[in-house]
């Protein structure tokens, strides 16, 4: 089991550009979840997905960012115009109905 | 909106002594409470949770819950220098209308010094 899978796990971007990350869930797993992890908010819940439907999105910045899950094996956050604040590590984690959510290592992201 | 709080924000310990780390919450409606840990630079993971008042341990840990003061906390006894790095305390809403998604506390920076 190679566990949840991030690419890229570093990506920066000039202000104005957009980022995609991928996140590969663990194979099963019907939920899966966005955070975004800075030293000053700590780990913040964005948005996540069961059985590939949307449930919640409420911790998602609503202009610039969207998340998607195509299929079963993947999902992607896209941040457009991307601005220094959106400076971040994004974690994806999946879930199967146990309340224990597995992480992935991350996709850090620098906006310069 | 639920407001998950931990404290103290960094401790630092000897080897071989016990740590308390604490996490209040805003929610009394809230079900699942759990505590994750992250090494520097790796994935968070989970530790061990509780559902219902009370104590429960596991090898070295300890987790109390005590719903009627919104509060939670972890022992460690006996902590080593693998057990330094970041503490995350979690909360699930009712299941209602969200299922298992967790709200994060900010964490507590853990350091024990051989």
């Known amino acids: 089991n190679a566990g949840v899978i991030q690419t890229p796990r570093h990506k920066v971007t000039g202000k104005g550009q957009e980022a995609t990350l991928w996140c590969e869930p663990i194979?099963?797993?019907?939920?899966v979840f966005w955070y975004r992890q800075t030293i000053v908010q700590g780990l913040e819940f964005l948005t996540y997905f069961r059985n590939q439907a949307p449930i919640d999105d409420s911790g998602m910045p609503k202009e610039r960012f969207s998340a998607q899950m195509p299929n079963q094996s993947h999902s992607t956050l896209k941040i457009q115009s991307t601005q220094p604040q959106d400076s971040a590590v994004y974690l994806c984690?999946?879930?199967?109905?146990?309340?224990?959510?597995?992480f992935g290592e991350g996709s850090k992201l620098t906006v310069l | 909106q639920q407001n998950v709080q931990q404290s103290p924000e960094s401790l630092i310990v000897p080897e071989g002594a016990r740590t308390s780390l604490n996490c209040t919450f805003s929610?009394?409606?809230?079900?699942y409470f759990w505590w994750y840990r992250q090494h520097s630079g790796k994935a968070p993971k989970a530790l061990m949770?509780?559902?219902?008042?009370g104590e429960k341990e596991e090898g070295r840990f300890t987790i109390h819950l005590n719903k009627a003061s919104l509060h939670f906390s972890l022992h460690i006894r006996d902590s080593q220098p693998s057990d330094s790095a970041l503490y995350l305390c979690?909360?699930?809403?009712?299941?209602?209308?969200?299922?298992?998604?967790?709200?994060f506390g900010t964490g507590t920076l853990l350091s024990v010094k051989p």
């Open positions: 194979s099963g797993h019907s939920a």
């Open positions: 929610d009394s409606a809230s079900q």
């Open positions: 979690a909360v699930s809403p009712d299941y209602g209308g969200s299922g298992n998604k967790l709200i």
């Open positions: 984690a999946s879930s199967f109905n146990t309340g224990q959510l597995y």
């Open positions: 949770s509780i559902f219902s008042n």
